[in-house]
């Protein structure tokens, strides 16, 4: 089981994390930034992290 942390401060909202993610983990929400709204279903993949470019993303097994 992995936790997602976003450090929301430093997220553009850039959707890069949206499109990489393989199981759709993440949306962008109202306010134009990543919202992990699915973080149960992350696999760890890491892809998120190595694709954002303001490395906001933080995956952490649990």
Do not use: H
């Amino acid at each position: 089981m992995f936790f997602v942390k976003v450090d929301i401060e430093r997220c553009t909202g850039c959707g890069e994390c949206v499109n990489i993610c393989p199981v759709q983990v993440f949306q962008l929400g109202p306010d134009g930034k990543t919202d992990p709204y699915q973080a149960g279903e992350c696999v760890g993949c890491m892809s998120c992290v190595e694709v954002c470019p303001e490395k906001c993303i933080e995956v952490l097994e649990i």
